[in-house]
C-alpha cells in the first residue's frame, strides 16, 4: 500500500439493536483477494487481519462473548463498542476482548472512571479512537477531539490504538497524518506514535494469546548502545577510559 501500512484489518460488525445476529466464521482474505499488494519500500506482502466488532447496548449482548462460540475465535481481533457506562465498566474489568471502541460521533453519556480504565490496561486491553469521523464533519470532528482528551485525562495516553474506519480510499491517512491527529486528540508525540504503530501490534500479539490460552513471545532485536557511545566518544577521552 503506498500510505505505508504494512498490515491492516478487516471489521466485521455486528449491532445487536438492529436486528438478531450471529457471529459468522469470517471470509478468508485469500478469497478476497487473489494476490495481496507489496508494502511501499519492501518486498514484503500486507497482512490482511480479520476482526469482529460488537455493539453492545444491554448487558445480555456481553453473554456471547464469555460463552466459547465456535468462531470467534477464527477472528484476529475482537473489539467492543459500549453504549452505556456500566457496559464500559464490564468491557473494561470481564470481557476477554482486544479493543474497546470509544465513540466519537456524539457526547457521551457518562464519565470515564479511573479503576476500570487502570484495570483494562493492566488486562493489556487497548482503547480505540477513530480519526475518520473527524475529517468527514466539523461537529463529529469537535466530539472526537472532546472525547480523546476526557479518556487522555484518565488513562495519560496509554494503551491507545487510533484507526480509521474508512470506507473509501480516500478516507485513509497515512501513518505520520494519523499521529499528528493524535497530537490533537491529547497525545504526546511519543504516544501518538505508538498509537499507529507499536500499540496497534501489541492488540493483534493480545489476540493471539487470548486464541492460543497460552501466550505469544515477540523478540526484538535491541541495539547494542555500548558500542555507539564508543564510536562517538573523542579519541582523547577513550584513551582516559582506557586507562
Known sequence: FSVG???????????????????????????????LPIVQGTSKRIKV???????V?????CNLLRSTSANIRFYDIIAVFPKTEKLFHIACTT???DLVCINVTEKLPFYFRRPPVNMAIDRGIYFELLYTPAIKDSTMRRYTISNAISLMQICKGKNIVISSAAERPLELRGPYDVANLGLLFGLSESEAKAAVSTNCRATMLHGETRRSACGVVYTVKKPRKVEEEETTLPACKKAKTQA
Open 49 to 55: 487481519l480479520t476482526r469482529l466488532t460488537l455493539v
Open 95 to 97: 470481557l476477554d476482548v
Open 5 to 35: 501500512y504494512s498490515a491492516v484489518a478487516l471489521n466485521h460488525v455486528i449491532d445487536f439493536k438492529e436486528k438478531k445476529q450471529e457471529i459468522v466464521k469470517p471470509v478468508s482474505p485469500s478469497e478476497l483477494f487473489p494476490s
Open 57 to 61: 447496548s444491554d448487558p445480555s449482548h
